[in-house]
Each structure stands twice: as C-alpha cells, then as structure tokens.
C-alpha cells in the first residue's frame, strides 16, 4: 500500500506518523513545497521576536525523524491530480502514484486588490521567508502599517512592539479579530493595544498604497492617510486548492469531505487548514483553520485511509487561543449564541478582563474570554462532552469565573474512584 | 506497567499540602496558584475533589503542540513539556478537555503535572489516602482512562 500526502504541514506530519503506527508495512510519501523541514506557522510569531530560532519552528526535532518513522519525504509542489488514474503531477514535471491520496495543502494568504501591494516595501507573514523580509524591515523607530487585526494579525502585534516600531493596525471589521471574539471581547483587545501604544483603526479598509523612494502612504477610506516604511499584510488566509481545477474533486469554500474526510473522488482525502470538514457545533461543513482541527484530521484520515472509513468524526470545534502584547483572548464554539440559546457574562472592563458563556438548554456551546489563561481547556472538554450542566448553568450565568469549579462538579460523580 | 497518580475525593480532607508541595516542585516556591494539582472545594468545603493531568493516552496537548515540547518519559509514562522547546503558542491549553494543561505567564511556557519524574510530591504531602501512587491496573484508573476518552468525544485511537 503507497499512502501519498500532498502537503508538510501539521495535518501532513500528523497523518504520516498516524498511517505509520497503522500500517507499519505500507509506504508513505509526504510532499512538501517548502524549502525548510516540515515547521509550524504557529511558532513563527515567536521566531519573529527572537524567542526561538529556525530550528524551532520545526513541527518535529530529530534532523532525521521522518526516516526513522520511514516517511519519505519529497521536495515539490502538487500541480494537478489524476484520480482515476491514481496519480499527482509536481511542478517539477514528476508523476507519483498513490493508491491513496491525502490532500493537506492548507491555506495561502489572501491578497487583497489594493494598489500598490506589490510595492517590496509590502510584507505578508506567512512563510518563514515572510518572517526574515520582515525582521530586516522592522527597524526600532520604523512606522510600520499592519492591515488586517484577524489571527495572525494579533499574534504578531508584539514582536513590532518588541522591536520598538511605530504601530499602525487597520482592520476593515468593525472590531479586533471579528471572526474570533464579539464586540465587547474584541474592544477590550483594542483598547488594550492603545494601551500598548498602537494607534488602531476598524471598520475602514486600506484603498491604495502610494509609494515614493522615501515611504509608503497608505491611503484609508475613512479620509485618513498613515505614513510608513513597512506594510504587513495580514489579511487572512483561504484554502490553497486552486491545483483541484479540473480534478472532479468538489470543492467550496474549501475541499469538501465526508465524515470519514474522504473527497468526492475515491481514494482521496482532505485534511487540515485545506479541508472543508464536519463542523462540531452546527453539523455543516466549514473550515477551521487551526492547528487543533489539522492535527485531528491528519490522524482521523489516516485511520479512515487505513481502515477503509471506519471511523466516523464527530467534527471539530472551532477553536483558538491567542496572545496579544500578553492579553490572553480565547474563542470555542457557538460563541455567537444560537438559536433559542442564552448567555452569562462578566465584564470587567478595568482589569481587561472578560467572559461570555453561551447556553443551549443546560448545555455549553460556546464561549469568549479575554484576560483568562487558566483551565481553559474545560471549555472544550464542557462543550464536546454536552454534558448537562444542571444546577451549575444558573451559577455559571451568575459568575462565569467558576468555570473550573463547574467542570469537576459535574464530572466528580464519574471520576470518584470507588 | 506505569504506575497512576490516583485521585480519591471522598478522603481529601482540602488542607492544600499538595498544592504547596507541588508548586514548591515546580517554582521552588509555596505558591498554590503555580501548583498544576488543583483541590475544588464544594458545599463549603464538605467535599474537597483533586485534579490534575492523568496522563491520558489521548494525550491532545501532546499531538496538538506544533514544536514536539512534550513527550513521553518512557520511564513514567508522564507527558512532559520541555520548556527550551515549548514556544507559549498555549494551543494545548485549549486542546485539552481536561483543562490539566496551563499557561504560565511568569515563564512564558505551559506547565502540568509530570509526575515529578516518578516521586510526586503531592502524593508524599498528602496526609490521607486521597492521593496515591500505585500501578495503574489498580482499582480506578481504567475507569478513569475510560472517562478521559469519553469526555473528548473521539473514538478511541484517534488522538
């Protein structure tokens, strides 16, 4: 049996270790686009501050680990895909044939059709090559204009702090991260990086950029023009699918698959920031990209690729955690409420501090907080068990701080070792 | 066969000494919000329940962490976080159903229980029977490891 991956990303990693421990036999091919050994995109805002270096935004340590867990890796890049024929083309003009396929390409930043975007003075941060162009760009004392405040946006506000840039965010949602934390949430966290010293503007976006020898103006549409040395684009990412054209595969916003995350084509599966999978909290599809979700579909297709669909997914919770300049701001599930649902909430505004529960009966379906880093894992752990809360819900609508407390109370009766 | 850090609420009396000795293991200092045992208190105190990592084959922080920082002691079974590797992207933090793995601000890396290489501390501070040392087929823990996998609502195998 050949299992093919296409992609050298966490889902990747996570899928050709897994297939290894399933099927110890069979080969398994992971191809990577990137020059460097298989890293995490998650770790480079912390190379970008100096915390580590290269090697440790690696997703695994040893020099030699994908041969001793005799994964052969190849370098190139998936152009098109033959599923009738079992085949993948690469760049390079090499065929590979695969008896099955797992497609964990993940997700390219999004451009936006601004003029003046291909000025070099403009920076996404994706790639590791993204992170060193910006290390050389972020000069103490450079202005720096950061457009988009969305995920990864955030969790890079710090190493411009750090590297003592003038800081400028402009976000065209009406607040900070809007596809990961409500209003309130998303307001603390700007007024947190005012505090900070970073001049942020929403709900306007960026309409061009004018560049001169000496600087870039960047031109707003809310009347306002910001003078800089450097832009960063952050402005979210999307599926990298656009090889699929032409392949059958069906895709949306991103590949779509089943509950054993196998395509529309057989024999291949998706898996990661690619796919588009079954969603925890509402049933449907969507894409989740984060690393919790890749790493559980890059096992879960493993063992459906292994097992031939014998292990249905439940869907993933949408989640994410993140830091910004040391404000800790975390999003699980139905955050946004739903239907028929209700709510409990502590708003402490002076102590940057925040959370929101939301309800569905006596059951926790989402949840928003800012300013908390303690046992916030019980919020998936609540959510996905849907454990009926009981009397807790009303305490819990009543002081939402007691969420720990909450989690063994209604798991003590079970964990009493009797 | 490893042996299991083993929770009995009903003998737990809430005197916290575990949570002292814990965090001086860890920090080197008596300071209970650095402990990774954690003793809820309910009905005033009636009944005192200990939580920490049981170190669950699932083990979602381990498989979730983009950097390899934490890895089996194969001599415990612990699941240990390096902190020279360990970044703080805290995704584990939100990975485990548990809540058992934490962000700690001070050192900029996650921290939990890691058996203390095979002593625990809090075991040796525990005046009553609530917390115990012992192998892991003894009575409990298979029903405990069962509710680890229940409670992150995967088939068992997957993560």
Known sequence: MHYVIAGAGPAAVAAAEHLKELDPSAKVTMIGAQQQPPYSRMAIPYYLTGKVKEEGTYLRRAANHYEEKGIEFVHGEVVSLDGPGHTVSLADGQTIGYDKLLLATGAEPIIP???????????????????ERIIELAKPGARAVQVGAGFIGCIILES??????????????????????GEKAGGLLQKWCESKGVTVHTNTRVQSIESTPEELKVVLENGETCAADVVIV????????AYLDGSGITVDQGIVVDQHMQTSVADVYAAGDCAQGLDFSTGETAVHAVQPTATEHGRVAAANMVGNNSLPYK?????????????????????????????????????????NLQFKDDVLVGANSVGYHEHL?????LIETQVPLGAWKER?????????????GVNQSELKVS | MHKALVMEADACTGCHQCEMMCSYGKVGAFNISKSVMDITA???????????????EGAWCMVVCPVQAITVNPATGAK?????????????????????????????????????????????ACPTTALAYMAEDSTGYEKMRRHAVMSAGLPEGTA
Request: proline letters at 7%.
């Open chain 1, 113 to 131: 059709p601004v003029p003046g975007m291909d000025d070099p003075r403009v920076q996404q941060c994706w790639h590791l090559e993204d992170a």
């Open chain 1, 160 to 181: 411009w702090v750090l590297r003592e840039v003038n800081l400028t965010v402009v976000e065209m949602g009406p607040r900070m991260v809007p596809r990961m934390l």
């Open chain 1, 234 to 241: 952050s402005t979210g990412v999307k599926p990298r699918i």
């Open chain 1, 315 to 355: 869907g993933s919770l949408n989640m994410n955690i993140l830091d910004t300049l040391g404000l800790v701001t975390c999003s699980f599930g139905a955050w946004e409420g739903v239907e028929g649902g209700d709510s409990g909430e502590m708003f402490n505004e002076g102590n940057y501090q925040y959370i």
């Open chain 1, 377 to 381: 894992g019980v919020l998936r752990g």
């Open chain 1, 396 to 408: 819990l609508k009543k002081n939402p701080v007691q969420l720990a407390d909450a989690y063994v």
């Open chain 2, 42 to 56: 309910f009905d005033g105190g009636a009944l005192n329940v200990p939580s920490t990592c049981t170190q669950c």
């Open chain 2, 80 to 124: 240990e976080v390096s902190a020279e590797v360990c970044v703080g992207c805290k995704v584990c933090t939100i990975a485990c159903p548990f809540g058992a793995i934490n962000y700690d601000p001070d050192s900029g890396v996650v921290t939990k229980c890691d058996l203390c290489g095979g002593a625990p501390m809090c075991v040796e």
